[in-house]
């Protein structure tokens, strides 16, 4: 089984094929090469935002398995848990009128004390997939290290154990090529041949990451099978 982020992301991939197949060149049609790159850059861009979403998607599916199964807050990495204390700290930076700042700071440990509290469990009212789902940005290989570090995941080490360790930096070339395009650069051009080697990373990167994430859900949740 795969999480439904990865079901939804198949789907997703699936209709990016179906419109890189309008490619005149891809049947040898040469004459009209500004509509093949028109709907390769579509693609390009498409991808990348199908990739972001997806992560954005099984992180809020992990959120989603912690609250199901009722986890330790001791077994949540510590960085998931000051995230939620960081919406309110940038919030108390901007006042400087100590009165003011009274009610925010009671607020928050009234908010967020039970994610410190040692031996409680995880309810839907504690985390938040909004606020983790808010640290993703341009799926970078850097970016998504980060990201998937707030689910305990180290993915650099998991694809290095997989012999897959090469998927992530690659994925760099996929995310500058989309910006080069979405900031209009005329000279960023993209071929069917790029579409196809850059879903085919998406979709192996995506099967990795859904394997990581659920292996460290059930470590998380100390349960005997896997998630999904």
């Not at 028109?38 to 199908?50: D, E, T």
């Not at 850097?142 to 360790?165: C, M, S, T, W, Y």
């Not at 989309?178 to 005329?186: K, W, Y």
């Not at 071929?191 to 998406?202: C, G, I, K, R």
Request: glycine share 4%; proline share 4%; with cysteine.
């Amino acid at each position: 089984m795969t999480s439904t982020a990865l079901a939804d992301l198949a789907t997703r991939l699936a209709e990016i094929r179906l419109l890189s197949q309008l490619d005149p060149m891809r049947s040898g049609d040469t004459s009209q090469p500004m509509v093949s790159n028109s709907i390769n850059r579509s693609c390009i861009v498409l991808l990348s935002a199908h990739l972001e979403g997806f992560l954005e998607d099984i992180a809020a599916e992990a959120v989603d398995c912690f609250v199901a199964n009722k986890a330790c807050v001791d077994d949540l990495p510590l960085i998931l848990r000051a995230l939620h204390v960081e919406d309110h700290l940038r919030d108390l930076e901007l006042i400087r009128d100590k009165n003011s700042r009274a009610p925010k700071i009671e607020l928050m440990f009234s908010l967020e004390s039970p994610l410190w509290r040692p031996g409680a469990t995880l309810d839907a009212t504690m985390v938040r997939a909004k606020t983790v789902c808010s640290q993703m940005d341009n799926p970078g290989s850097r970016e998504i290290r980060q990201f998937l570090a707030l689910l305990d995941v180290n993915i650099g080490q998991h694809l290095k154990d997989a012999g897959l360790a090469d998927l992530l930096g690659r994925i760099n070339g996929l995310v500058a090529k989309r910006n080069a395009i979405a900031h209009g650069e005329v000279s960023a051009s993209a071929t069917h041949v790029d579409v196809n080697e850059y879903v085919a990373l998406v979709q192996d990167l995506a099967r990795e990451i859904d394997a990581a994430v659920g292996s460290s859900s059930m470590r998380i949740c100390k349960l005997t099978t896997l998630p999904w």
